[in-house]
């Protein structure tokens, strides 16, 4: 529907595994190198998604990746693997901290970061490490690699002319879904309002195609495609001088994305929170990042860096999250 169809299948969508393969104990807790428990908690969130964590436990890619120098897809194998499979109460990060460079030009081993920006760049390094020898690939195509089939989904813009009614859509691929908080008080408060349609005025106006004018007009953004896992990221950067929004924003065990899709007729579509990231500090330009996540025995860890312990779904439910993973 309006959406070109792929020339290639990257990935088969049907060997992904959303149910652990193995149940055990969590794996080990990492070692901050400095200022590095923003980068720590997205490995921990990224280690304890199922499907992805299944995947680089089964070393498909390495036995097949001829690249040469980094590669994202590697390094994160061999990460989760040390992690789950290795008797080690605390690993040393050492080649995420050594390759940051080529991870974001942003990232420096020795500076804060922030946890999303670095969420967001470690899904594009490894999207870039799964095209990697595959040259020639269509846009559609680059979102059937295993990062896009696990992450990814597509989010519908329909533009509405206020003046003679016409109507264009557009389609973007997405990863990751940023939220406004300023006003919601809950998770699904703010995805009402991401879907809500926004007039678009003034500055903000269009040209019509058929008015062949610049026209007021109406946006509305909905989820036309669920990804397997939703990554949602709540804006606590109240503006750019770093102050933060700490209110408490209420998110649910479980999710149904069903009312914010373009078609919102049909059953519902569930989800499960796994992890969550927490920025603990007063402003958005120092603090502490630690994570929450579900382990493949189905218990919850608050993970702080090194320490990794045991904790209910009510602490989870009550923290101040600052991103969300859920899956289908």
């Known amino acids: ?54 995947y680089l436990l089964s070393r498909d890619h390495s036995q097949l990746c001829h690249r040469q120098g980094f590669c994202m897809m590697c390094i994160m194998e061999a990460h989760v693997r040390k992690v789950l499979r290795s008797s ?17 030009e942003e990232f420096e081993p020795d500076m804060a970061g922030d946890a999303y920006e670095f969420l967001r760049c470690a899904l594009e390094a490894m999207q870039r490490a799964c095209l990697s020898g595959s040259s020639d690939v269509d846009i559609s195509s680059q979102t059937t690699t295993i990062i896009h089939q696990i992450f990814g989904g ?10 003679c009614q016409a109507v264009s859509d557009s389609y ?12 919601p008080s809950s998770l699904t ?6 879907v809500t349609p926004k007039n ?14 610049k026209v007021t007009a109406s946006k509305r953004v909905t989820v036309h495609h669920v990804p397997k896992v939703f990554t949602v990221c709540l804006e606590r950067a109240a503006d ?4 933060k ?24 579509l569930l989800y499960s929170l796994y992890a969550l990231v927490v920025h603990s500090g007063d402003t958005c330009l120092d603090g502490h990042f630690f994570c929450y996540t579900k382990a493949s025995n189905g218990q919850w860890y608050k993970m702080d860096d090194e320490s990794v312990d045991n904790c209910g779904i009510h602490a989870v439910l009550r923290q101040q999250a600052y991103l969300l993973f859920y899956a289908r």
């Open 200 to 213: 678009l005025d003034g500055k903000y106006c269009l040209k019509c195609s058929n008015c062949e004018k």
């Open 240 to 243: 750019h001088t770093g102050r």
């Open 245 to 268: 929004i700490s209110k408490i924003v209420e998110y649910p065990e479980y999710l149904d994305l069903r009312p914010y899709m373009s078609d919102t007729a049909g059953e519902p």
């Open 88 to 104: 080690a109460n605390v690993i040393w990060p050492r080649a995420v901290v050594r390759d940051l460079k080529f991870i974001g």
């Open 172 to 183: 973007n691929a997405f990863l990751h879904v940023l939220l406004d908080i300023k006003a």
């Open 1 to 54: 529907e309006g959406m070109a169809l792929p020339q290639r299948i990257l990935f088969p969508p049907e060997e992904i595994c959303m149910d652990w393969q193995q149940r055990q104990r969590p794996g080990a807790g990492l070692c901050n190198l400095g200022s590095t428990c923003y980068i720590n908690v997205i490995l921990q969130c990224l280690t304890y998604t199922p499907p992805l964590a299944n």
């Open 154 to 163: 597509f989010l519908k813009s329909r533009v509405t002319c206020l003046r």
């Open 189 to 194: 408060k703010a995805l009402e309002n991401f």
